[in-house]
């Protein structure tokens, strides 16, 4: 469940004292409202959010707005069973693809949920979709950890869907596999938790005065095939759509920015933005936000970097 990592995306602040991180984070669009909706038992408070269901589920709908304002909602595929003006139950078709539900409460911004519907997944028996490689996820879930079962379904991405707003400032083409890169359609999976836990970072990045519109997410999604074929551990989360690489690259030379301000790109940096992020946990507001963390040092074909998951369990570790 994501329901806190999504209700408080916004309710932290950390003290700042240069006057200059206070203008930064005021340029910064936080991209959230003033009313929150719960959707599948998850809130959010983001104008834009992505959900990734199967064919069929079913997932609660309530808009929790101050007062009597009245609320329209539109959808554009499901079935949309409306209990009340704020409440209701939409169910997801039997096909797969993109539909879009927005929420519009009188004299309020809107808000847009992006679902995709997935394709579903027979792991015993697909190791490819339409030509592209998946291969196999492992038998046995790690430690029984059901994180670890393969996944139902996978989203069926063309590349009229690189763009989409998953989140205010994530794409769903981040987060593709590096395989393949001209074969179409792709296949992902991806989890809500990763991408809200990479707006809460986004947004205390700014509050710190370190001015960045999104992430470079180095690696998103990797199916078991490419996570193989690169030599990475079988239990890997990014095969379950639940970790990411990112740095920091507001000028495009492709390497984690200068961020500490002594003239040059490395794992100090890289170190800094980890330090960030390790604040963020010491906050009980965000027990949700444990996962993975780990530092990686720069290499001759690649810039310094950070490794965030959402597995839900500390665990630490730095290859310098």
């Known amino acids: 469940m994501i329901r806190h990592l999504l209700l408080l995306a916004c309710t932290l602040v950390v003290p700042v004292s240069a006057s200059t991180a206070a203008s930064d984070a005021q340029a910064f669009d936080f991209g959230t409202l003033d009313y929150r909706i719960t959707f599948g038992g998850d809130d959010i408070a983001w104008r ?30 499901g079935r949309l069973d409306m209990q009340s003006t704020h409440q209701g139950v939409w169910t997801a078709p039997g096909q797969s693809g993109l539909y879009t539900l927005t929420i519009q409460p009188q004299g309020r911004e809107s808000m847009r949920l992006n679902v995709l519907v997935k394709v579903p997944l027979v792991a015993d028996e697909i190791e490819e979709l339409d030509g592209y490689r998946i291969g196999r996820y492992p038998d046995q879930a790690l430690r029984g950890n059901p994180i670890y079962l393969p996944p139902h379904g996978l989203v069926e991405v063309t590349p009229e869907l ?14 593709l596999c590096k395989q393949q890169p001209d074969h179409w359609p792709k296949y992902l999976v991806l989890r809500e ?17 370190i001015r960045a519109d999104s992430f470079v997410v180095m690696s998103g999604y990797r199916t078991p095939w490419y996570n193989q074929a690169i030599g990475n551990g079988q239990y890997s989360r990014h095969q379950w759509g639940g970790a990411a690489d990112i740095y920091i690259d507001t000028n495009g030379d492709g390497r984690m920015d200068d961020l500490n301000g002594d003239g040059r790109s490395g794992l100090r940096d890289a170190r800094l933005l980890l330090g960030i992020i390790e604040d963020l946990y010491q906050v009980s507001e965000y027990a949700h936000l444990h996962g993975g963390l780990g530092l990686y040092g720069p290499r001759s074909h690649r810039g310094a970097f950070v490794h965030v998951d959402a597995r839900g369990h500390e665990a630490r570790w730095e290859l310098p």
Not at 193 to 207: C, D, G, Q, S, T
């Open 48 to 77: 834009e959010f992505a959900f990734y269901v199967m064919p069929g589920d079913t997932l609660p709908l309530e808009v929790h707005v101050n007062g009597d304002s009245e609320v329209e909602i539109s959808h554009d595929g």
């Open 193 to 209: 938790a990763l991408v809200a836990k990479l707006e809460i970072i986004l947004a205390e990045v700014n509050r710190r005065g």
């Open 162 to 175: 690189i763009d989409l707003k998953i989140s205010p400032h994530f794409t769903l083409g981040q987060f």
